[in-house]
């Protein structure tokens, strides 16, 4: 019984982990975002508050911004996955 208690709370942990790495801040770091964006100033690439408000009445801004990123039309082809790409700009377009 205490050997499967002991399972079940090791696999809680393992999925708590691996849900807290796909955190938008995590992705954006690791797709290398955060080397020409930054949430509130211009760096190579606009600002992530004016991506935000360029976007902000089209209710399709995250499966736009997703087919721009993986098409590679205006901006670097990005290679991740879907889920990926949505929990980022999920982030990216509430940016005030």
């Given at each position: 019984?205490?050997?499967?208690?002991?399972?079940?709370?090791?696999a809680?942990?393992g999925a708590t982990?691996?849900?807290?790495?796909?955190?938008?801040?995590d992705v954006?770091?690791?797709?290398?975002?955060?080397?020409c964006?930054?949430?509130?100033?211009?760096?190579?690439?606009?600002?992530?508050?004016?991506v935000?408000?360029?976007y902000?009445d089209?209710?399709n801004?995250?499966?736009?911004?997703?087919?721009?990123?993986?098409?590679?039309?205006?901006?670097?082809?990005?290679?991740a996955?879907?889920?990926?790409?949505?929990t980022?700009?999920?982030?990216?377009?509430?940016?005030?």
């Amino acid at each position: 019984m205490k050997t499967t208690a002991l399972l079940v709370a090791t696999a809680l942990l393992g999925a708590t982990a691996a849900y807290a790495a796909d955190t938008p801040p995590d992705v954006l770091k690791a797709k290398g975002c955060l080397n020409c964006h930054a949430v509130d100033t211009k760096k190579v690439g606009p600002a992530y508050k004016d991506v935000a408000a360029k976007y902000k009445d089209n209710a399709n801004a995250v499966a736009d911004l997703t087919a721009k990123l993986k098409s590679g039309k205006g901006h670097p082809k990005i290679s991740a996955s879907d889920d990926e790409l949505k929990t980022a700009l999920s982030w990216v377009v509430k940016q005030k």
